[in-house]
């Protein structure tokens, strides 16, 4: 039986090369399976303990024959118990050589029902299997229940609230942030960007938001700051360019009229545009102040509400947008925020990677100590893996059905001996020990009973 075993596994279209000197991986069989030197080694072990467990068969066999011999050459009766526990030692060797050699084979390739479970259940195994894992490991319930056991938010904040730790997760998030930056193209963002922006802009009124600002800047008395610096700067024009007004008044005048006269009237001019600019620069009250302000505040207001307005400032709008040095300094916008993001995460003294980290530490001493915030991150990881598990149930089961059934059965069998098979010889020879010793007791109670 060990040599019809021996060549079964060893012989065949389907026999594994023994790997050669150092070597990790052997080629790989049907089904993915491959087969390394530690499978190697673990068929060996196999084949050792099955010479084992036979020759302890025969060595009971032939204890059997001695014993028989010598009860009929008149040796005694202590042959009768010798015989007996041979006997009932081959039966256990042989029932357990049986059940054993079912698992992978048909027992001497005889078609017996129920027999090479392995390989012809292959299948069915796999969908238990698959069932298995997601009554007793995908549940929600089971999920739930394991995380809430772990304590995740608590040993999370534990681990975040060590300086080291906090470098390093600052760390990696610069280099995955660099990593990311560094993938996109800044064409692709640009355009994206400022479609973005356009499209946003394009879909929002612009005009009832702007009067409502410039309402609440004039109740405030904010735009007066801009008037004054306005007026000064008109006053110390006036002041500097006085001879070029002038020339411009007396240009404009009729050539008929007399060049002094032309004259005489641009100093006039000039003299009242300088003093009204100059009392309106130091009279907070000057009317035209006051003016300035109904202006801006019935403007204001039409924004708000006159539809014509409203219409002007959205063709404004989109006739801005859609210039080319608009839509240039939108993509000039994402270059140098790119390159500002990028100069912070490299540089471990930045604002940017100093502020993660102090981040980090005060969120790893917070999850430390309050039990609320543990709660809520629990409540949080929980929810998701619970979500995980049940949507993709299905998905992650049928990977477990779907990789056996891809599995070829002759050697998924020998995979599986090759990792149980050493433990299940040991069947064979306890079979044989406790049915010599059940075979001597039975033999020892029947010879007490009967004499």
């Known amino acids: 039986m060990e040599r019809m075993e021996r060549t079964q596994a060893d012989t065949g279209p389907h026999r594994e090369t023994a790997p050669m000197a150092g070597a990790r991986k052997g080629p790989a069989g049907p089904g993915g399976f491959a087969y390394d030197a530690a499978d190697a080694a673990r068929r060996r072990a196999v084949r050792r303990m099955k010479t084992l467990a036979t020759g302890l068969l025969l060595a009971v066999a032939l204890v ?3 014993a028989k011999w010598a009860g009929n050459a008149g040796a005694g009766g202590w042959t009768g118990f010798v015989a007996a526990a041979a006997e009932a030692g081959m039966v256990g060797a042989l029932a357990d050589w049986f059940a054993v050699t079912a698992l992978f084979k048909r027992p001497m390739g005889l078609p017996i029902p129920h027999t090479a479970i392995i390989p012809t259940k292959k299948d069915q195994l796999g969908q238990s299997l698959g069932e ?10 089971v999920v739930r229940r394991r995380l ?14 060590e300086p080291k730790n906090a470098d390093r997760v600052t760390a990696e998030l610069s280099t995955a942030l660099r990593g990311a930056l560094t993938v996109l193209r800044d064409s692709d963002v ?19 938001g702007i009067g409502t600002m410039l309402e609440k800047v004039v109740a405030e008395g904010g735009h007066r700051r801009v008037v004054d610096l306005f007026v000064a700067r008109a006053h110390d024009w006036l002041v500097e360019h006085g001879d070029s007004v002038m020339t411009a008044v007396s240009g404009g005048a009729p050539g008929w009229t007399p060049r002094f006269v032309d004259r ?70 994402w270059g140098a925020v790119r390159a500002m993001i990028v100069a912070a995460a490299e540089d471990e ?19 430390s100590d309050e039990q609320r915030l543990q709660g809520k991150v ?32 002759e050697h998924t069998s020998r995979k599986i001996e090759a990792h149980i098979g050493r433990d299940l010889q040991f069947i064979r020879i306890n079979g044989t020990v406790v049915g010599a010793l059940a075979g001597l007791a039975i033999y020892t109670v029947s010879q007490v009973l009967g004499g």
Do not use: C
């Open 64 to 66: 059997y024959v001695l």
């Open 378 to 409: 629990d409540g949080w990881l929980e929810g998701a893996a619970v979500y995980v598990v049940t949507t993709y149930q299905g998905e992650i089961t049928s990977l477990i059905t779907d990789t056996v059934a891809g599995w070829d059965a």
């Open 148 to 161: 809430r056991s772990v304590g995740i938010g608590r040993r999370l904040g534990g681990w975040l609230a």
């Open 264 to 333: 005489k009237v641009g100093e006039r001019v000039y003299k009242e545009l300088l003093r009204f600019v100059t009392e309106m620069r130091d009279m907070p009250e000057h009317p035209a102040r006051g003016a300035i302000d109904r202006f801006l505040r019935d403007f204001a207001a039409d924004l708000q509400t006159d539809p014509d307005t409203r219409a002007k400032v959205e063709r404004l709008k989109s006739e801005v947008l859609g210039r080319g040095e608009v839509q240039d300094l939108i993509a000039s916008a």
């Open 349 to 367: 003294r930045s604002e940017l990677r100093l502020r993660v980290r102090a981040a980090l530490l005060s969120l790893g001493r917070r999850l």
């Open 190 to 208: 640009q355009a994206v960007v400022g479609e973005a922006i356009t499209r946003r802009a394009d879909a929002a009124e612009i005009a009832p």
């Open 132 to 141: 298995f894992v997601g009554e007793n490991f995908l549940s929600g319930e």
